[in-house]
């Protein structure tokens, strides 16, 4: 967990997303930020169930 959280995406192109997101005049309710990784599981967790999302977590951490 410690190398995704060192490895996390650079603030500063966080703060453009932000920034173009409040440029909007109808900013939608929710985004989804980071990488294609990351907006892939935020998806599949929606469509699967929770045991087999948390067995996918538990198999990319390598966690037992």
């Known amino acids: 967990i410690e190398r995704e ?6 603030p500063e192109v966080l703060a453009q997303k932000i920034y173009r997101i409040l440029e909007k ?20 967790k929606r469509l699967i169930p929770e045991p087999w999302f948390a067995a996918i977590l538990r198999n990319h951490y390598d966690i037992r």
């Open 25 to 44: 005049k109808r900013p939608a309710d929710r985004y989804i930020v980071g990488s294609w990784k990351q907006k892939l599981a935020v998806r599949v």
């Open 5 to 10: 959280e060192n490895s996390g995406m650079n």
